[in-house]
């Protein structure tokens, strides 16, 4: 895992981008792996790291907020 990987979850890789870009245009996984020339279980493994990114990126902001309210307490 790279640093960008562990210190920015934001931060998308070209594959990662694309895959979400289609999923985004309304394609399934198999017209996606048609699209990118990839298997099935590439687009599914995509799809799982861009799931842990956004949980990570979701956290992230709720300890934020948690963080704001205890300070204006």
Known sequence: MS?????????LSDREYQVAQLLDDGL???QIAEKLDITR???RTTR??????????????EL??????????
């Open 3 to 11: 640093d960008i990987e562990i210190h920015n979850p934001t931060v």
């Open 28 to 30: 399934d996984n198999k």
């Open 41 to 43: 279980s590439t687009v």
């Open 48 to 61: 799982r790291l861009l799931s842990v990114r956004r949980n990570k990126v979701q956290r992230t902001v």
């Open 64 to 73: 934020f907020e948690e963080l704001s309210v205890l300070e204006q307490s």
